[in-house]
Nanobody, 119 residues
Framework: QVQLVESGGGLVQAGGSLRLSCAASGSIFSVNVMGWYRQPPGKQRELVAVITSGGRTNYHDSVKGRFVISRDDAKNAVYLQMNSLKPEDTAVYSC?????????????WGQGTQVTVSS
């Protein structure tokens, strides 16, 4: 079994920063893509940022220049540094990872962590 455990969400004022962390544990042998998605209130889930095993990144246009995604392969972990936060960044942020497991290629999601940005 593979689990993604997230931490780092919370309440912050506009202009502030937060850092989200997510670590994969269990029978995952080779992690491919890791990333973060978010679901704002009343809206559909959207990609925030992803990073491949080769280090290539992709960001939602609205977070470019403010958010930075990184990963630590030794820990099967992914991080999201969020700066200059805006009220519209308020959402439930979920970690994503895919890779080779004992059961073949699979993808997994974290339980989600709330990020609230006050104006």
């Amino acid at each position: 079994q593979v689990q993604l455990v997230e931490s780092g969400g919370g309440l912050v004022q506009a202009g502030g920063s937060l850092r989200l962390s997510c670590a994969a544990s269990g029978s995952i042998f080779s992690v491919n893509v890791m990333g973060w998605y978010r679901q704002p209130p009343g809206k559909q889930r959207e990609l925030v940022a992803v990073i491949t095993s080769g280090g290539r990144t992709n960001y939602h246009d609205s977070v470019k220049g403010r958010f930075v995604i990184s990963r630590d392969d030794a820990k099967n972990a992914v991080y999201l540094q969020m700066n200059s936060l805006k009220p519209e960044d308020t959402a439930v942020y979920s970690c994503y990872a895919d890779g080779t497991t004992a059961w073949g290629f699979r993808n997994y999601w974290g339980q989600g962590t709330q990020v609230t940005v006050s104006s």
